[in-house]
C-alpha cells in the first residue's frame, strides 16, 4: 500500500500550464503503481491549459469549483463531481472561467 497525503504530494510542472499548481496523489515520484497515476491540478480563476494532445486517455473529476474542457470542435462546462473522458489523441484545453480556485482530479495511464 502506497499513502501519500495531501499535505506532502509531490509538485509537478507540465508545459503549458498557467495560473495552475499541480500536485501528483499516486504514481511517478508519488510513489508506486503498475498501470496509472492520480493528479490533482488547483486552477485559480482564469488560469488553464494549452490546446494539447498525449497519446493516452485522461480523465477529469471535478473536486471543487468549475471548469470548461475544450477539444477544439466542442466545449463544455463543469461543475463538482462532473466529469469527462478524452481518448488518446483527442486534443483538450482546460480552463477556469470563473472567479473561484477549482479543484480537478486526474487519472491517466502511464506512456506505453
Known amino acids: 500500500m502506497n499513502t501519500t497525503r495531501f ?6 510542472f507540465p508545459p503549458g500550464h498557467e495560473g495552475m499548481r499541480c500536485l501528483r496523489l499516486q504514481g511517478f515520484e508519488a510513489g508506486p503503481s503498475a498501470s496509472l497515476w492520480l ?5 485559480l480563476p482564469g488560469g488553464h491549459t494549452g490546446l494539447d494532445a498525449s497519446p493516452m486517455e485522461k480523465h477529469y473529476v471535478v473536486l471543487e ?3 470548461t474542457i475544450s477539444t477544439g470542435a466542442q466545449a463544455v462546462h463543469l461543475s463538482q463531481y462532473d466529469s469527462v473522458c478524452l481518448a488518446p489523441g483527442e486534443a483538450r484545453k482546460v480552463e477556469n472561467p470563473g472567479n473561484r480556485p477549482a479543484m480537478l482530479l486526474l487519472a491517466m495511464p502511464y506512456p506505453p
Open 39 to 43: 493528479g490533482v491540478s488547483v486552477i
Open 65 to 67: 469549483g468549475e471548469v
Open 7 to 12: 499535505a506532502a504530494a509531490p509538485a509537478y
